[in-house]
């Protein structure tokens, strides 16, 4: 083996990469096998796990249907990432980008496909009326930390979190490079929620169900294993508002669907009835 430094060649071709997901992922897009996705009983149709993109719309479900909402009722099927489910024709179908969450709306004719959390946040909210101010110049704050959300996760999560926690190796340079943008960004909410109770203002909105389930799981000390290592517990205000909205029972009942890893208790691989979270509390 050489000790020269690698260098990229001419035209970059695809060989299979190690770890998580080098293993999975490949450079094309489109389905990979035949397979269609089960419909349930509800007018929503979910397609997703509970990772924090997938967390954002449960967590909207379940505060939507503690409103009464019962439109709001849905089916949510697991899609398991690790083992290609998101590469199904009938996934693909839904998401042309084959990544969870996707929505089926079943209340309208014809249904309508939804796909990328943020849209799916949007859809809802404006569907049911909730959560996102009427105001426009407060929707349009909402809406500023909704996209902020939408465009800073991949830093922390495809950034910091693979080359941190996923890669076969420990690289310095991109370990620094997304800490410190981690940092940054945690220093931006941490300033924000020093003057705001919730992120966009006085009010609880989807920009802060966009946001807890990234940035509130990495202050709860819940992710990556990296609480110590970005100093998480420094960031104040965050920390206040962390706690208030994990505090919150609909935020509580929806971190734990389609979720398939951590303590038994906390985990609803599928979600079809407001009932099945009862079986929860034995475990
Ligand atoms: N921008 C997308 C990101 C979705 C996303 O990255 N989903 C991940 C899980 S958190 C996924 O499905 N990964 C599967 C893969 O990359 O093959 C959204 O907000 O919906």
């Avoid at 083996?1 to 190690?18: A, L, R």
């Avoid at 929503?44 to 990772?51: A, N, V």
């Avoid at 990556?224 to 517990?233: S, T």
Wanted: proline content about 6%; glycine content about 10%; aromatic content about 12%.
């Amino acid at each position: 083996m050489s000790d020269k430094p690698w260098q990229p060649p001419k035209v970059w071709t695809w060989e299979k990469q190690g770890g998580t997901w080098g293993s999975i992922n490949r450079p094309v897009a489109g389905p990979t096998h035949e397979r269609t996705l089960p419909v349930g009983k509800h007018p929503l149709q979910l397609y997703s796990m509970g990772t924090p993109n997938g967390q954002k719309v449960t967590i909207l479900l379940e505060e939507l249907l503690a409103l009464g909402e019962t439109g709001a009722e849905y089916d949510a099927h697991l899609i398991r990432i690790g083992e290609g489910d998101q590469f199904s024709s009938g996934f693909v179908e839904v998401n042309p980008n084959s990544k969870i969450p996707a929505l089926m709306d079943h209340s309208v004719n014809p249904p309508v496909r939804v796909f990328e959390s943020g849209a799916i946040l949007l859809y809802l909210a404006e569907k049911f009326g909730h959560f996102l101010p009427k105001d426009h110049a407060k929707r349009t704050e909402t809406l500023n930390w909704l996209f902020w959300l939408q465009g800073s996760a991949p830093y922390l999560g495809g950034g910091f979190g693979h080359f941190w926690h996923y890669a076969p190796e420990k690289i310095e340079y991109a370990i620094n490079r997304f800490a410190m943008e981690t940092k940054r960004q945690l220093d931006v909410l941490d300033r924000q929620l020093a003057d705001h109770r919730y992120i966009a203002g006085d009010e609880y909105t989807i920009a802060d169900i966009a946001i807890w389930p990234w940035y509130g799981a990495l202050g709860l000390g819940g992710m990556y294993d990296a609480a110590e290592f970005l100093d998480v517990a420094s960031y104040q205000h965050f920390q206040r508002w962390v706690r208030e909205v994990n505090d919150r029972p609909a935020v509580q009942r929806g971190r734990k669907v389609n979720r398939t890893w951590g303590d038994a208790s906390e985990q609803l691989p599928e979600r079809h009835d407001a009932s099945d979270f009862d079986a929860l509390s034995d475990k």
